[in-house]
């Protein structure tokens, strides 16, 4: 069984769009993440999130948002998409905050 | 702020090679979790090891082993015997204890195994 999955795997889409990227845990864990990796392979925490606590890096623009439905999800929704947002963006949920995070395959958002 | 260092870019070995990736990190918070994440070239983040700020004893497994030292805030990792299969980014990672776990990665160092 996969235990953090992310759909979908690719998008492409146009400048000045919406899209959204889908991330579910198996795992049972409280706090959810995401993280960009660039083409350099940098990664940058975007947001960690659990049922009662939001905490966002301050660098993200508000473009970004993360919509949790339930604590076994955590969406990221973009709006008005840019080249720079063209990235691998990866899920990832930890059971406390102590443990380690385990991560999504990743979905590589290609922006036109 | 807290910060992780990767100095080393890219490393080639040989195979059979001992290789050591060092990892410096920055915080100034006296409770804090480091990590270390291997990504293949399929691309997923692979967890490694765990190590928090009050537990400084080494640790190996298999052909993998970590030395962990407070004194000059430094988290290398080191493979044994190298093999192809090795061949990876590997990420060093650290998280504070107030801020909400997020990590702050190093830049990664590639690894070249070649046969």
């Known amino acids: 069984d996969t235990a953090v999955s992310q759909t979908p795997k690719y998008l492409v889409t146009q400048m000045g769009n919406d899209k959204s990227i889908k991330c579910e845990q198996n795992?049972?864990?409280?706090?959810m993440y995401w993280y960009k990796q660039d083409s350099k392979k940098f990664l940058k925490i975007m947001f960690s999130?659990?049922?009662?606590?939001?905490?966002i890096n301050e660098t993200v623009p508000n473009r970004f948002s993360p919509k949790s439905p339930d604590k076994a999800h955590l969406n990221l929704h973009i709006n008005s998409l840019e080249l720079g947002d063209s990235a691998v963006y990866f899920c990832a949920s930890s059971q406390d905050r102590a443990y380690e995070q385990y991560f999504g395959p990743g979905t590589r958002l290609t922006v036109t | 702020a807290q910060k992780v260092t990767q100095a080393q870019t890219e490393i080639s070995v040989v195979e059979k090679e001992d290789v050591t990736l060092d990892c410096v990190y920055e915080?100034?918070?006296?409770?804090?979790?480091l990590f270390w994440y291997k990504q293949p070239p399929s691309g997923e983040l692979v967890f490694l090891i765990r190590r928090n700020s009050f537990d400084e004893q080494n640790e190996i497994s298999g052909r993998y082993s970590w030395n962990f030292q407070k004194s000059t805030s430094s988290f290398n990792f080191t493979i044994t015997a190298s093999q192809v299969v090795d061949s990876a980014v590997y990420f060093c990672a650290l998280s504070e204890g107030y801020a909400g776990n997020m990590l702050t990665f190093g830049g990664g160092t590639r690894l070249m195994v070649k046969p």
């Open positions: 999130y659990n049922n009662k606590e939001l905490i």
């Open positions: 915080t100034r918070d006296t409770t804090y979790y």
């Open positions: 795992l049972g864990h409280d706090t």
